[in-house]
């Protein structure tokens, strides 16, 4: 056992290319059988392993899901931001130029529709909740934004600790909801074609939930909605503590 | 060589992440400001270039090729290590405004896809 674990954590992250391998395996293996091909086989892969985060959350009481059980440390390493962006990039390997163009204007416009909606959203259901301290109202809009607005935003601004975890707690949901539901939706919004997944990329902006959103919905689909959605976070924390903060201020 | 085309990757990713930092300290943000999208625009022009076809044909294109295609286990490993105990865990507040921005966001996305097609339908009118 002591030599089995030793082995396992010494060599982290083929272990991790091996438990993923197989999730990948069982979960094509699920699609195919059980739902005929109807869901995909990456999306049940991805369902899995926010399952198997919520446990290893609630097992380790760690912040980053499974990869706190030592040995699947290596799961932290390979989904690390690191290698996720580096495999993003790689995806936009033969996207032709002419597509970017075409959504150009549609895909700048939503980073900004997409922040500021997504902001209005979560300050009004901080207002229903009754908060009426500015700094926090803005703070938990910018969760809703995406989990790292949340904070920036609540730190520039003076916000306490306990709005800053709400708001990380509501770009998590944000996030995971993309993951799970953009599968689902995709049909019903015209998710289909390079267009619409920048423009995708653009409203959402959670650059997690949209690279697995969109891997499960279509996979040529993820580098233009990626392309777009890492200019959303950046957008985010510019606006969410100087111009968001500021209307919020002169009406609350 | 398949290290080229792992190179080429290698170096646009830096690349893009060396001007998202700096347009994040430029603009006075804590963030990198669309670092990824940058270095992904790098990778395009170098793939659609003649100048770099030998770092992008053949095996060095297939040292490219396999990261793309590991990008689904690597976003499988990704939700694997999200902090959903703790996203789970952020009560009704937390949940309904991450679940209303997104129902929001969908919505959206059709109003602004056309947007986007909408000089195509115009220009297509005028041939005819």
Redesign the interface.
């Known amino acids: 056992m002591e030599i089995l674990e030793t082995v396992f954590v010494r060599n982290n992250l083929i272990v ?2 091996a438990v ?2 197989v ?2 395996w069982i979960s094509y293996f699920l699609a195919n059988t059980l739902t005929q091909g109807r869901i995909h086989g ?1 999306a049940i ?10 446990f ?3 097992a380790t009481g760690g ?5 706190d059980v030592a040995l ?1 440390s290596g ?2 390493l ?3 931001g690191m ?15 002419s597509e ?1 163009k ?2 150009g ?3 700048v ?2 980073i900004f ?2 922040v500021i ?2 902001f209005i ?2 300050a009004a ?2 207002v229903m ?1 009754g908060y009426t301290d500015p700094a926090e109202i803005t703070t ?1 809009g910018a ?3 995406t989990y ?2 949340g904070p ?1 935003t609540g730190e ?1 601004i003076g916000a306490s600790g306990e709005v800053i ?2 708001s ?12 799970i ?1 953009t599968p689902l ?1 995709a049909r019903f ?3 289909d074609n390079p ?2 997944a ?3 990329g ?3 902006g959670t ?2 939930g949209v ?2 959103g969109l ?1 499960a919905t279509d ?1 040529k689909l ?2 233009y909605g ?6 959303y ?6 606006l969410g503590p100087s111009i968001l903060f500021f209307i919020v201020s002169g009406m609350f | 060589m398949i290290v080229y085309g792992v190179a080429l ?2 170096v ?2 830096i690349a ?2 060396v001007i ?1 930092e700096a ?2 300290v430029l ?1 006075q ?9 940058i ?3 790098f ?3 170098a ?2 270039s003649e100048k770099f076809k030998t770092l ?1 044909e053949g095996a060095s ?1 297939d040292g ?5 295609a ?33 129902v ?7 109003v ?2 056309k ?3 909408a000089p ?1 339908v115009r220009e297509t009118e005028e041939i005819k």
Request: glycine letters at 16%; a positive charge.
């Open positions: 991790a290319f993923v391998g999730t990948i990456s892969a991805i369902a899995l392993g926010l399952l198997a985060a919520y290893g959350g609630v912040s980053t899901g499974v990869a699947l799961i932290g390979m989904g690390g290698m996720r962006d580096f495999a993003i990039v790689a995806t936009a390997f033969g996207v032709h130029l970017l075409k959504a204007v549609a895909g416009v939503s529709a997409g909606v997504s959203v979560g259901i901080a909740f938990i969760g809703a934004v790292i607005v920036v520039a975890t709400l990380v707690a509501a770009g998590l949901v944000k996030s995971i909801l993309v993951m539901g939706v919004i015209g998710l267009q619409s920048m423009v995708f653009g409203l959402m650059t997690s690279a697995a891997a996979p993820v580098p990626a392309m777009t959605a890492t200019f976070t950046g957008v985010g924390c510019l | 990757l290698s646009c990713l893009g992440m998202g347009l994040g603009l943000v804590e963030a990198n400001v669309g670092g990824v999208g270095a992904m625009l990778l395009v022009f793939s659609n992008t294109g490219i090729k396999f990261w793309s590991m990008y689904i286990p690597i976003v499988v490993a990704m939700a694997a290590r999200q902090n959903v105990a703790a996203a789970v865990d952020g009560g009704m507040l937390a949940l309904l405004a991450g679940v209303a921005a997104v929001v966001s969908f919505a959206l996305v059709p602004l896809s947007l986007g097609k195509v």
